[in-house]
């Protein structure tokens, strides 16, 4: 016998023999148990002939098959794709030996570690070392080169399997033998690749040798996988040869790994295609959006070289706005092709070169250097072309704007002087009076200041005329007809202006004698008017009182104003002497008087029609002040009245107020006796509600007589509506406490005397006697129970017997607290747990799962309220317990 294990050790890697020492390890003892040997012969047997078939052969006994060593070599060049050395044709046993020393060779040359076998063994048809040398060829090139997730080998290919396999129901691959006995896990495979093969759901895990026949016969006949294995020998046997296995199972690896590179090789080849598409794509775009921009180029600059000139403003704005159009509207799209193409250009050079292609290379003229060129020279034809246009403006809107600011001084010279040779000969201070002519006469005077001002653009509209005839303005002509009628018609105006000062200070003159008497009648009527106006407003003034002491002030200021009624009657006739006076003057002087004093426009007449109106107004006002004192009066009766009512009832309802806060505090008997106790007390409360209803009654009269304050009260209607409301509440909440107190009792076990001993608890560091305790006290009153509370314990019971956080605890919340700590109660944590047994550790569970575990009503109940499960590892019909459990307890869903 040869042994190949000295030689093995000097040819191999260490890191290929790693994995191999412990698969060549094989118990021999183990190959004398029939039913292994028997599935390994089937198996092995079947395998080498899905390769020998490429080669035309095959073979029918593995022993025997192999001893001359001339399969065994064409065996290792078909799944290897390498030549071996020539075989000796001999039949000669050392022939034989030479044969499979030069298989045995070619393994050895692979890194491969044979043990204990030799050539000698093989040509003997030794079964045991032809099965072992077999198994060592499938693990070197079947099962050696398979990696997953940098396991290989056996523990790679069990990763795949596990992978594969991990969506379907009743599938758990461990390990390469009784984790396949079901067949289960073989129908998983090809219906994870081939989901048209197989109808999973229809297989059953109690009828194993269905399961297997079925996925062998598919393998054979859609995967070309040879049948390896026979379904009777693998679910007869307690464990199933694990060789045998892993060789049947590689199958399935390489079969599907092929499929899976075709489709990759494709998709290459589809991404080489496409990306060349692209490019070609591109490349036209780059010529047509190239050849596009040159022939606008081309036609653009011509009509930025034209520069022929206009006549006027107008014609030249027309260009320029041409030419604005140009910018804003066709040349930005340009822009933008252009920085489109040198970014096509550079985009594609770069797909190019990362692809491994040629360098695109432009049609003759569309370089992005022809094209920046051309680019160049529009944009040195646009600068000239927009330099140009400016000039001609300016050249033609300074003769422009010459004749324009004479015709616009023209106008508004044309438009201050119309009507003023007609204003200077009017005669209107014959008839005026002495204000109106001073008035005329400082008219007059601003008109000579605002005439000389007018000077200076006379003298400018002569000069811009002068200017313009030097310069040869077409329209000269009229410039200086209008110009020369301006100059003749500013000498008339001087000539009227003077004539018409001397008429003014003559005129002055003759009024300012009876000027003077006017101007006393005006200063002493306007103060007399205006106190007759403010009496007649006080007089008929509306008045607002709200007490006897407002009323009579006001009647004491009524009286004092009727004592000053001589004094201005004296006044007003004087008054009307100056007006009588003024008329006699003007009567022997033979003066003509315009009707109205100039100082005022108080008339006789209005003053005495508004002292007529004054002296009516006294008597009325007499009477309405009577009429509010009696008013008053009444008032004050109905404020003694309700205050008398309001201060009973106050005192009632805080005597009472304090009565019930002792009873809360200070509760004897029991529970149901404090109860019976607290309602009669409710009834003889409600007894006191008609003299509430006699209050209310009077606050109605005191609203309708509109009285807004009471001095003999404190109260109001709204405070003692506030207190009987408290009142009510408070008993009515002091009556529920006791029956929640009664209901915690009988629903948590607690005796009579451990709700006294948690009143007195409450009680003693109720040190307020308010009903409720602040923070510090409920902390004392923990402690004193025999808790020993941290800081966070703290906070915790806190945040349960004051959830709103408003710093104060009452004895209810302390009870139901007490209560709870001493009570088992079920929580939704433990709810959830409960349905997760039901589920089987799944996140969710079924309808039929809640039908098989709960009664029928309660399955029923869960199933019509339970959502739909959404999680990544859903199944059909899957409900989702988690929220529904929570949902239980008021708590929002996970």
Known sequence: MVDYHAANNQSSTGGVQTYMEQENDWDRDLLL?????????????????????????QIDNIEEDFRDGLKLMLLLEVISGERLPKPERGKMRVHKINNVNKALDFIASKGVKLVSIGAEEIVDGNAKMTL??????????????????????????????????????????????????????????????????????????????????????????????PKMLDAEDIVNTARPDEKAIMTYVSSFYHAFSGAQKAETAANRICKVLAVNQENEQMMEDYEKLASDLLEWIRRTIPWLENRTQEKTVNDMQAKQEDFRDYRCVHKPPKVQEKCQLEISFNTLQTKLRLSNRPAFMPSEGRMVSDINGAWHT???????????????????????????????????????????????????????????????????????????????RVEQIAAIAQELNELDYYDSASVNARCQKICDQWDILGSLTQNRKESLERTEKQLESIDEHYLEYAKRAAPFNNWMEGAMEDLQDMFIVHNIEEIQGLITAHEQFKSTLAEANKEREAIQAIQAEVQKIAQSNGIKLSGANPYTTITPESIDSKWEKAMAMVPLRDNALQDELNKQNSNDNLRATFATQANTVGAYIQAKMEEIGRISIEMNGTLEDQLTNLKEYQKTIMSYMPEINKLEGYHQLIQEALIFDNQYTSYTMEHLRVGWEQLLTTIARTINEVENQILTRDAKGISQEQLYEYRASFNHFDKKRSGQMVSEDFRALLISTGNSLGDSEFNRIMGIVDPNGSGAVTFQAFIDFMSTETTDTDTADQVIASFKILAADKSFITAEELRRELPPDQAEYCIARMAPYSGPDAAPGALDYMSFSTALYGESDL
């Open 33 to 57: 148990d029939p039913a292994w040997e028997k599935q390994q012969r089937k198996t092995f047997t079947a395998w080498c002939n899905s390769h020998l078939r490429k080669a035309g052969t």
């Open 132 to 225: 072992g040398m077999i198994w060592t060829i499938i693990l070197r090139f079947a099962i050696q080169d398979i990696s997953v997730e940098e396991t290989s080998a056996k523990e790679g290919l069990l990763l795949w399997c596990q992978r594969k396999t991990a969506p379907y129901k009743n599938v758990n691959v461990q390990n390469f033998h009784i984790s396949w006995k079901d067949g289960l896990a073989f129908n998983a495979l090809i219906h994870r690749h081939r989901p048209d093969l197989i109808d999973y759901d229809s297989l059953r895990k109690d009828d194993p040798v269905t399961n297997l026949n079925n996925a062998f016969e598919v393998a054979e006949k859609h995967l070309d996988i």
């Open 378 to 456: 529009l944009e040195g034809a646009e600068k000239g072309y927009e330099e140009w246009i400016l000039s001609e403006i300016r050249r033609l809107e300074r003769l422009e704007h010459l004749a324009e600011k004479f015709h616009q001084k023209a106008a508004i010279h044309e438009s201050w002087t119309d009507g003023k040779e007609a204003m200077l000969t009017q005669k209107d201070y014959e008839t005026s009076t002495l204000s109106e002519v001073k008035a005329l006469l400082r008219k007059h005077e601003a008109f000579e200041s605002d005439l000389a001002a007018h000077q200076d």
